[in-house]
C-alpha cells in the first residue's frame, strides 16, 4: 500500500506556473510498522517466561507449599525461564547497539584469521562436549578486510555457535577462509559449514528476521531468541560485506560471509 504527501509548489511567478508534488511516504510507513512488530514481539517473548515464572511462584505459594519434590524442579524450571529472559536481554541489547552505531570507521581493518581463531577457540571446549569436531580449513596467509574486529567477532561466534547447535548431529563443522568469487566479482569469503539437517529452501530468505524460527520447538530448547542471525546480518550489511546462505535438506548448511574486493581501497 502506498503512502503520498501531496504539497503544491510555485514553478514561475508571473505565469502562476505550479507543480504538484507526491512525496511517497511508504517507506517511513512501513519502517514504523516494522519498528511496532518489533516491539510487539519483543515484549511477548518477553512475556512468556515471566508469566510462567509468575506461575510457578503462585503454585510454590498455595498448592505445592509443603512438596520438595515439586519444588525443587519448579525452582530449575524458573532458573531456566530467567537464563531465557537474559539471553533475550542480551540480544536485544546488542542489536540495538549495533544498529545505533554510526558508520564505521573509515581505514579500520580486521584480519579475519586470528578472528576466526579466537572464535573456534571459544566455542572448541563446548563442541567437544557435544561431540562435536571444529574443523579449521585454511593457509598460513592472512586475510584483511575493512571492519571491525569485535562487530565481526560477534558475527563468526553466532554463526558459528548456531552451526554447532543446529549441526550437531553432523558429528563435525568446517570453517575456511580464502579468496574466491560471488557472482563474478572476486573477494575474501569465510564460510561455517554444518553437516545438520539444513534449512528448507522457503524459510531461508526469512531466518534474518528478527525473531525468526525455523522450529519454534526445538530452538527454543537449543536456547535461541531467534535474534541471532538478524545481528550477523545487520554487521554484515554494515560492512558492505554478503551473508551467502547455502543449504540442502538432510546435508547441511553453509552461512558465508563474503568481502567484495574494491578496486579503489586496493590502489
Ligand atoms: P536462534 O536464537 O533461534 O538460534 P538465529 O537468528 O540464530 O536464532 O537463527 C534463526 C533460526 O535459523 C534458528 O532458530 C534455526 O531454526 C535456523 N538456523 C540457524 N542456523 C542454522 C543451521 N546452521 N542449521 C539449521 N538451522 C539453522
Same mark, same amino acid.
Given at each position: 500500500?502506498?503512502?503520498?504527501?501531496?504539497?503544491?509548489?510555485?514553478?514561475?511567478?508571473?505565469?502562476?506556473?505550479?507543480?504538484?508534488?507526491?512525496?511517497?511516504?511508504?517507506?517511513?510507513?512501513?519502517?514504523?510498522?516494522?519498528?511496532?512488530?518489533?516491539?510487539?514481539?519483543?515484549?511477548?517473548?518477553?512475556?512468556?517466561?515471566?508469566?510462567?515464572?509468575?506461575?510457578?511462584?503462585?503454585?510454590?505459594?498455595?498448592?505445592?507449599?509443603?512438596?520438595?519434590?515439586?519444588?525443587?524442579?519448579?525452582?530449575?524450571?524458573?532458573?531456566?525461564?530467567?537464563?531465557?529472559?537474559?539471553?533475550?536481554?542480551?540480544?536485544?541489547?546488542?542489536?540495538?547497539?549495533?544498529?545505533?552505531?554510526?558508520?564505521?570507521?573509515?581505514?579500520?581493518?580486521?584480519?579475519? !584469521?586470528?578472528?576466526?581463531?579466537? #572464535?573456534?577457540?571459544?566455542?572448541? =571446549?563446548?563442541?567437544?562436549?557435544? @561431540? &562435536?569436531?571444529? *574443523?579449521?580449513?585454511?593457509?598460513?596467509?592472512?586475510?584483511?578486510?575493512?571492519?571491525?574486529?569485535?562487530?565481526?567477532?560477534?558475527?563468526?561466534?553466532?554463526?558459528?555457535?548456531?552451526?554447532?547447535?543446529?549441526?550437531?548431529?553432523?558429528?563435525?563443522?568446517?570453517?575456511?577462509?580464502?579468496?574466491?568469487?560471488?557472482?563474478?566479482?572476486?573477494?575474501?569469503?569465510?564460510?561455517?559449514?554444518?553437516?545438520?539437517?539444513?534449512?528448507?529452501?522457503?524459510?531461508?530468505?526469512?531466518?534474518?528476521? !528478527?525473531?525468526?524460527?525455523?522450529? #519454534?520447538?526445538?530452538?527454543?530448547? =537449543?536456547?535461541?531468541?531467534?535474534? @541471532? &542471525?538478524?545481528? *550477523?546480518?545487520?554487521?554484515?550489511?554494515?560492512?558492505?560485506?554478503?551473508?551467502?546462505?547455502?543449504?540442502?535438506?538432510?546435508?547441511?548448511?553453509?552461512?558465508?560471509?563474503?568481502?567484495?574486493?574494491?578496486?579503489?581501497?586496493?590502489?
Amino acid at each position: 500500500e502506498q503512502l503520498y504527501r501531496v504539497s503544491v509548489t510555485l514553478l514561475d511567478r508571473t505565469s502562476g506556473l505550479s507543480a504538484l508534488v507526491f512525496r511517497d511516504q511508504s517507506e517511513g510507513r512501513r519502517i514504523d510498522r516494522m519498528r511496532a512488530d518489533f516491539i510487539a514481539n519483543a515484549s511477548h517473548e518477553l512475556r512468556t517466561p515471566l508469566a510462567s515464572i509468575s506461575g510457578f511462584i503462585e503454585t510454590l505459594r498455595g498448592p505445592a507449599k509443603n512438596d520438595v519434590v515439586a519444588r525443587d524442579r519448579f525452582l530449575g524450571i524458573m532458573q531456566e525461564q530467567t537464563g531465557r529472559m537474559a539471553r533475550l536481554i542480551d540480544d536485544l541489547l546488542s542489536l540495538s547497539r549495533v544498529e545505533m552505531k554510526p558508520m564505521l570507521k573509515p581505514g579500520e581493518t580486521a584480519d579475519l !584469521r586470528p578472528i576466526l581463531e579466537r #572464535v573456534i577457540d571459544t566455542i572448541d =571446549q563446548r563442541a567437544r562436549e557435544a @561431540g &562435536l569436531k571444529v *574443523v579449521p580449513n585454511w593457509g598460513e596467509d592472512g586475510f584483511t578486510v575493512l571492519g571491525n574486529k569485535d562487530e565481526l567477532f560477534q558475527v563468526f561466534e553466532n554463526l558459528l555457535e548456531n552451526a554447532c547447535k543446529y549441526g550437531r548431529d553432523g558429528g563435525r563443522v568446517e570453517v575456511s577462509l580464502g579468496r574466491r568469487d560471488d557472482a563474478g566479482e572476486p573477494g575474501i569469503a569465510a564460510s561455517i559449514r554444518d553437516f545438520g539437517p539444513g534449512i528448507a529452501e522457503e524459510h531461508i530468505p526469512r531466518i534474518t528476521e !528478527r525473531f525468526y524460527r525455523v522450529d #519454534v520447538e526445538a530452538s527454543r530448547s =537449543q536456547k535461541g531468541t531467534g535474534l @541471532g &542471525l538478524a545481528i *550477523v546480518k545487520h554487521i554484515v550489511t554494515r560492512h558492505n560485506a554478503r551473508l551467502l546462505i547455502r543449504s540442502q535438506v538432510g546435508e547441511g548448511t553453509e552461512f558465508t560471509v563474503f568481502f567484495p574486493e574494491r578496486k579503489k581501497l586496493l590502489e
